[in-house]
């Protein structure tokens, strides 16, 4: 077993150490860094004019307490995963030294760590571009509290939701999204991972772009801007799409807490795990088939 374990971590080590001098992973993280200033340039601007301070986490908290913001985020892993399966130079080694299922457990293990510390870029990317104007003490700023409580939040197109601040504080808050992220973009990459040992390249990439162009379809803001919809069918509209859309199931905002009938954090962490482990299941099952080719030899 511990030579297992050993295998599973030397196998996933050396994806990262293919990350050396890799542009498209140096790209990835570029992008990811002007993603981060473009979408908390609008509060940082209102910090400044208004003269007032926020806490380091909440650029972070609003950034991404939106689906689309959350969307364009987990897109740029088609970048950082673009070579999926992650067959290189060393994989005969690998097979020859375990098996298949072995090499499998060290790509998904890869995957979750890679994903793992993309987000915490991210979150790092948000607390520098706003730590000019920020505080560390874990409570909500009166810039929050401005944003939230009045009607600048909606014309600046900030989501700051009051209920994000009535049920929890920034550290806490934070970790929920982190968490949320994490997993949607976890069951984002597995689906193109599945796609493409099942029918190559291409169809990994289609299967991704459609699962997000799924997430942004049922988003309820977009739902509303197109439809015109009432108020009573657009909550109606916004809990059905809460519960059958990933990535709203991936926004802190579209839970339930106490006083809806959105999922609740505990629901959401077990429809995640249900998807994670049915297409890990799936995706290890595929790859008991996939034929491996170096160089025109097959194995």
């Not at 981060?36 to 909440?58: N, P, S, W, Y």
């Not at 977009?222 to 991936?250: C, F, H, M, T």
């Amino acid at each position: 077993m511990v030579k297992k374990l050993k295998m599973i971590w030397i196998t996933a080590g050396y994806n990262f150490r293919l990350w050396r001098g890799n542009m498209r992973i140096a790209a990835t993280f570029v992008l990811a860094f002007i993603l981060c200033f473009l979408l908390t340039d609008k509060l940082v601007v209102f910090a400044r004019e208004q003269g007032t301070t926020m806490q380091i986490l909440e650029a972070f908290i609003w950034t991404f307490g939106d689906g689309n913001s959350i969307l364009l985020s987990s897109l740029l892993l088609l970048l950082l995963f673009g070579d999926l399966p992650f067959i290189t130079a060393a994989t005969p080694f690998f097979l020859i030294r375990e098996n298949r299922r072995i090499w499998m457990a060290g790509q998904l293990l890869y995957i979750f760590l890679a994903a793992f510390l993309y987000l915490g870029f991210t979150l790092f990317s948000t607390c520098v571009l706003c730590m000019q104007y920020a505080f560390p003490k874990n409570t909500w700023s009166y810039t929050a509290a401005t944003l939230a409580y009045s009607e600048k939040g909606e014309q600046l197109a900030i989501p700051a939701a009051v209920k994000t601040l009535e049920m929890g504080r920034p550290f806490q808050t934070t970790g929920y999204i982190f968490l949320l992220i994490l997993a949607y973009t976890l069951v984002l990459i597995l689906i193109q991972m599945f796609f493409t040992i099942w029918k190559g390249q291409a169809a990994g990439v289609v299967s991704a772009l459609t699962f997000s162009a799924y997430g942004l379809l049922l988003n309820p803001e977009n739902i509303q801007s197109l439809l015109k919809l009432p108020d009573e069918l657009y909550y109606k509209a916004r809990v059905w799409v809460g519960w059958i859309s990933p990535l709203n199931q991936a926004t802190y905002s579209m839970h339930d807490f106490g006083y809806d009938n959105l999922p609740t954090m505990r629901q959401t962490a077990g429809i995640f795990g249900v998807i994670l482990l049915t297409l890990t299941v799936l995706t290890i099952r595929r790859m008991k088939k996939y034929s491996f080719q170096f160089r025109g030899t097959e194995t």
